[in-house]
């Protein structure tokens, strides 16, 4: 099987002033994670639906015992939805005696470049050889359609935008025209994912 690199961007954190409210960071969170999931690298802007703000370390484990670690930024993952409903309160360690954020079910997508774990095939769909990466996969379900959709999704939309700027700088009018009849074809079948995936997104065939 072909091994297609997992994400194409770099996730960085910030240095940013402390604020009250863990939710107001949410445009520092976006920034820094070039608005896509942390997790399964599905970007913000092909749903409708607001990302979540994930605490790496779950409130219901840190609640009275490390409560500044509510608004510590980098205890904060920005994340899909479906990432982050199915992470949940999910944790492994010690709070008292790991140093750091550790959340031993879970690769820190920001300490660790995700594409040393993950890939992807030739279709979008998620997988890893490392142990922890596949019971990530398991625990997260990126085995489920919808990531596996939106990456085909965001493929097409990029392979629709240089159809045309090709289709638009073409002067030679058999090559125009071939790159506009591919053009056609390419941005239909975007529309068409594009509608299904985002009027789908919340039914329940998208959770199994």
Not at 75 to 82: E, Q, R, S, V
Not at 119 to 146: C, E, F, T
């Amino acid at each position: 099987m072909k091994k297609i690199a997992f994400k194409q961007h770099t996730i960085s954190r910030s240095i940013v002033v402390h604020k009250d409210d863990y939710k107001n960071y949410r445009d520092d969170l976006h920034n820094d994670f070039k608005g896509r999931c942390g997790y399964c690298d599905m970007p913000q802007d092909l749903i409708t639906t607001s990302f979540h703000i994930d605490h790496f370390i779950p409130q219901k484990v840190f609640a009275g015992k490390k409560d500044y670690l509510k608004t510590d930024y980098n205890n904060l993952i920005y994340a899909c939805p479906k990432c982050n409903l199915s992470k949940g309160g999910k944790y492994e360690g010690d709070l008292e005696k790991d140093h750091g954020i550790v959340n031993g079910l879970f690769y820190n997508p920001v300490d660790l470049d995700y594409n040393t774990v993950f890939y992807r095939d030739k279709w979008g769909g998620i997988h890893s050889d490392d142990a922890k990466g596949q019971n990530m996969i398991n625990i997260l379900k990126l085995y489920r359609p919808v990531h596996q959709e939106a990456w085909l999704l965001e493929n097409l939309e990029q392979l629709s935008d240089e159809l045309f700027n090709k289709m638009n700088a073409e002067s030679d009018l058999t090559k125009k025209d071939m790159l506009q009849k591919a053009y056609n074809i390419v941005s239909t079948e975007q529309r068409k994912l594009g509608k299904r995936f985002r009027s789908t997104f919340r039914e329940s065939k998208f959770q199994q």
